[in-house]
């Protein structure tokens, strides 16, 4: 954007953050390819109409020397003449309309596949410049893309499938799997895009040769019930148990569509040792795509070496978090349980051990503590489009715990918010004491 048009946009900054009415001038920005339609969705679902145009304000100077013009026009055609003239005093409709005067057909086109933030030396020095790119590492599948992938079959050799190094995974269906899809809420925002996740886990987890249940929109009660239904449930006969949630939350708690908070912390007791007996020893795996916080990832400049500092900036940031920090006091939890030995023998003359009562469990955030989670209304949630992706490809020949960390690298590099300035990092905490393969069409008859 042209200097001038900058210094513009600040001398009448406040005027326009007051009094610009994002709802009417977005649609007209995106009719101009300002903006993608997905861009307006991210817009308008952040709280309160000032953060609203400050965020277009910010994002408007970063979008070409068109922009300024549109901006301008788009005012005027939202009945906010008197803005439009802030920028533009001599401006008319029939200048709006006179393609000639200005033309979009030209305008380039932003990729269809997201960017991402990377840093690059600039002469020989080392100062460092971040700049935006497609990410070719990681291309990022459209939703129908990721929804046809089909699940890798693989050739299994015997060391995946010793039992005493690796989980049992052979009958069939491998066990129950639960998605709770919350969209619709009471006074939260709707959660665009949640379907498509829901979508997602569902072909995953079907091709994974799990029974799948996916329930939208569970208010509390309902929620807890069934909860304690699966919980309650005789798992016996199966291998495995898998539960996702989609839904607004807090750090250490879920929202329900009545605006009710659950805390992770009960849900992971009803299927600890003593919630749920029959799942002792089996693996039990919850995806979590949820805000975690309100802080932003404005994501650092990579280097190729050490940065030299003495404190871990991610613990820096946690401990800023302040009172968010319910789910470290949980993982602090987990890990200091531990095993138990009794005393006495049993009628075997043997001493019997038991398992921590959260063993064998993998909590898969999409987000550190703290932190907020992205969700694009047409690809859906970006840990769920990199998890789903990453399953169907690998499951083949690797274990759960590794394809988290890919799904890890691929959410920290091939994503990033539309105005290229936020970045997530998921977080699974795993208590797995084996190796997890699904071993997607191996079966054994029981």
Known sequence: MDKAHKKTLQKNRVQLVEEMKAEE??????????????????????????RRNTAILNDIVRKG????????????????????????????????????????????????????????????????????????EWPVKTAEEVLKMKVSKGSYSSDMTDTSQNYQMKRKPRGKALIVNNRNFRSMPLRKGTDVDACQLKSLFDNLGFSVESITNMKYDDFSKKISEYSKMNHSQY???????????????????????????DILKCFSGEGCPTLTGKPKIFFIQACRGEMFDQGVEATDGPDGSSVDPCLQSLNKA?????????????????????DEPDAWGKQQSKLP??????????????????????RGSWFVQA???????????????????MVNNKVARAFESSSGRNKQMPAPVTMLTKKLFFFPGYYVSS
Request: hydrophobic content about 35%; some cysteine; proline content about 5%.
């Open 25 to 50: 001038v977005l649609p007209h920005l995106v009719a101009r390819q300002i903006f993608k339609p997905t861009e307006q969705e991210n817009f308008e679902e952040m709280k309160g109409p000032s």
């Open 322 to 342: 302040g009172d968010v920090d319910n789910g470290n006091e949980l993982v602090e939890k987990m890990l200091k349980v531990e095993i138990e030995v009794v």
């Open 387 to 405: 998890l789903t992706e990453t399953i169907k490809e690998y499951a083949c020949d690797e274990d759960l715990l590794s394809m988290m960390t």
């Open 357 to 378: 009562s959260h063993s064998d469990m993998l909590v898969a955030y999409a987000t550190v503590p703290g932190y907020v989670s992205w969700r694009n209304s047409e």
């Open 65 to 136: 020397p068109k922009a300024f013009q549109a901006l301008a026009e788009s005012l005027f055609e939202s009945d906010s003449q008197h803005l439009a003239e802030l920028l533009i005093p001599d401006i008319t409709e029939d200048k709006i309309h006179d393609i000639s005067w200005y033309d979009y057909s030209n305008e380039k086109k932003t990729p269809d596949k997201p960017p991402v933030q990377i840093s690059v030396t600039e002469g020989a020095g080392d100062k460092k410049l971040p700049i935006q790119v497609s990410e070719d």
């Open 239 to 265: 291998d495995c148990f898998i539960f996702a949630v989609l839904t607004h939350g807090i750090n250490g708690a879920l929202y329900t569509v009545d605006e009710r908070l659950v805390q992770v912390d």
